[in-house]
């Protein structure tokens, strides 16, 4: 079931602004991503579906702009990310939140928040800002919408699971890249934490000209908080549909573990 996938209603002018093309990416024993191609436009809410060693954390980094494809290309915002970038326009391109947060958890709160900003301050100002925290009141602003601003100056290590991944979605928010993109942001969390945080998360796409791509296990969410679903095994695209479309059924075919709706708990 593999369907080209054009952009969202409404939005039929825009560009891209993220284009996968016939990307492969092999490690030493594996080929991690076989001619990989997506397209994703302004305003999409992307999720990457499938079973572990799919390739999802590969597509992901690739993305970002950590890792090099061995073949085909990235493209983001117009540039491809191939290309010498300056960490000033990669950090404004894309953001990423990795499974494990990357926080520094003996630093309070509003440092792990503005090392957001890094990227567009440079070396000098960032060091600066290890002493005197720089724009204290964007992280400030940053940890008012994720409900922890009582926190800034608290420990990272002292906070909660869930509030330090609030923290990690709050320097993404000061880091505002065009394209968000999330390791399995709700994997570790409780069902509760886990609509919440989502909410979070796609609240940083809502302005204008921005798009989210996350890796997700869990069809219910994936309905209704994306807008699309992609399919990832061995490597490939599976599917790429509607994320309303996304029913257990498909992600259990997906994931050949064949069972029926019926068995899931969840619909
Ligand atoms: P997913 O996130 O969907 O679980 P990954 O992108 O992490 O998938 O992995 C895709 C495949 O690439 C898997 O077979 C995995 O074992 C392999 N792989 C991932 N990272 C590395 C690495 N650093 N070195 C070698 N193999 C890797
Ligand atoms: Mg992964």
């Known amino acids: ?17 993220a284009v996968v093309d016939q990307v492969t990416k092999t490690y030493p024993r594996v080929t991690a991503l076989s001619s990989v191609s997506l397209t994703i436009y302004p305003g999409e809410r992307v999720a ?3 079973p572990s060693g799919g390739g999802k954390t590969t597509l992901l980094s690739l993305l970002s702009g950590v890792l090099q ?3 085909g290309s990235l493209t983001v915002a117009g540039k491809t990310l191939a290309q010498k970038l300056s960490r000033r326009e990669l950090s404004s391109m894309v953001g990423i939140i990795h499974q494990q947060l990357d926080l520094v958890p003996q630093l309070p709160v509003v440092h792990n928040v503005l090392a957001g900003r890094f990227g567009q301050w440079g070396m000098f100002r960032s060091f600066l800002s290890m002493v005197w925290p720089q724009d204290y009141n964007m992280a400030a602003r940053a940890l ?8 800034i100056r608290e420990r990272t290590s002292h906070l909660s699971g869930g509030e330090q991944q609030r923290v990690a979605i709050a320097r993404a928010m000061v880091q505002a890249p065009r394209l968000v993109l999330a390791d399995e942001p709700v994997s570790s969390v409780d069902p ?3 609509q919440e945080i989502l909410q979070l998360l796609t609240s940083l796409t809502e302005s204008q000209g ?16 994306f807008s699309r679903a992609v399919g990832l095994r061995d ?4 599917f790429d549909i509607p994320a309303s479309e996304l029913t257990p059924a498909i992600q259990s075919e ?14």
Do not use: C, N
Request: hydrophobic content about 40%; charged content about 15%; proline content about 7%.
């Open 1 to 17: 079931m593999q369907r080209g996938h054009g952009p969202a209603v409404g939005l039929l002018d825009a560009s891209p602004l």
């Open 48 to 50: 990457l579906v499938g």
């Open 69 to 71: 494809p061995d073949a």
């Open 144 to 151: 008012q919408q994720m409900g922890i601003e009582d926190k």
């Open 192 to 194: 509760g934490r886990a």
């Open 210 to 225: 921005r798009a989210l791509v996350a890796s997700m296990h869990t069809p219910y969410l994936v309905r209704q908080f």
């Open 235 to 238: 490597g490939q695209v599976q």
């Open 254 to 267: 997906l994931y050949s573990l064949g069972y029926q709706d019926s068995d899931l708990p969840w619909h």
